[in-house]
């Protein structure tokens, strides 16, 4: 993916970002001109996204504060800096209605999806921003401000980073803009659940006829992050192929709702 938005000299932080989202963030951020530092789970998935990329990259989960501090660690000592952080890496544990959560992965869900987080742009804050500026662009989704079949738990979390985004805006202004994106339905291995064997009916239903690409919200992301929206902080930028107005382009159900009430994914889509 190429960009027209400079970001050379500039270090980035990505999480989430061995495949999907993450990763075509990180490409977007390199063919822009910035050095990134990546992580995910699979220590060779890791490997093999940083070789891609010529970028730097450690491999664990951000539900580990330590990791998220070797995380940090990694970009200053090898970069001296970190200017864009991009909060990617989630969870969709536990699946299913509310009153069947299981607490402990209740807990989980939070941990990854909220305080992870938290305690990486502190890191960052503490190590460069603090004095020097930078941008925070936090992955939300386009269902955290309403309700769908069995996605309670995975929304409520993204509740409350969509929250947390616009009080971190608050709190660190001037010196660093923090936003969100809320993707609509993305290709992703998260998402495969819903859109696999269902991609056309998906389509259909959606204003702009197709289901999102990670490409799509990559380039929202480096918008966000660039200095041609440098007089926006705590926004969130709705990515979805036009979801939320699609009520008046189609009267047939919300095909993607549909997909949650009949389908569930793998125990280890995050």
């Known amino acids: 993916m190429t960009s027209s938005y400079g970001l050379q000299g500039r270090v980035a932080v990505v999480t989430g970002a061995s495949r999907g989202i993450g990763l075509a963030v990180a490409e977007g951020l390199v063919a822009a001109g910035a050095r990134v530092c990546v992580t995910g789970r699979g220590a060779e998935d890791v490997r093999r996204a940083a070789a891609g990329l010529g970028a730097v990259g450690i491999a664990g989960t951000v539900a580990d504060p330590a990791h998220l501090r070797e995380l940090a660690e990694l970009a200053m000592d090898e970069f001296g800096r970190i200017d864009i952080v991009v909060n990617n890496a989630a969870t969709n544990q536990p699946y299913g209605p509310l009153m069947d959560a299981d607490p402990e992965l209740w807990r989980e869900a939070f941990t990854v999806n909220v305080e992870a987080p938290l305690r990486l742009v502190q890191y960052a804050w503490r190590a460069w921003m603090a004095d020097h500026g930078g941008s925070v662009i936090n992955i939300c989704t386009e269902g955290a401000t309403h309700v769908g079949p069995n996605v309670g738990a995975y929304s409520t979390t993204k509740a409350a980073l969509l929250h947390m985004t616009r009080q971190l805006a608050g709190e660190l202004a001037p010196r660093v803009r923090v936003n969100s994106v809320s993707p ?30 990670p490409e799509d919200i990559a380039r929202a992301v480096l918008w966000l992050a660039s200095d041609a929206a440098e007089w926006i902080t705590g926004t969130d930028l709705l990515v979805d192929g036009g979801t939320r107005v699609r009520a008046a382009h189609t009267a047939t159900p919300y095909a993607v709702h549909e997909r949650l009430r009949s389908q569930a994914p793998g125990r280890d889509a995050s």
Request: aromatic share 6%.
């Open 184 to 213: 609509g339905l993305v290709r992703t291995e998260m998402a495969r659940f819903v859109w696999e064997q269902a991609e056309n009916d998906l389509a259909a239903g959606l204003p702009l006829g197709r289901i999102g690409e």
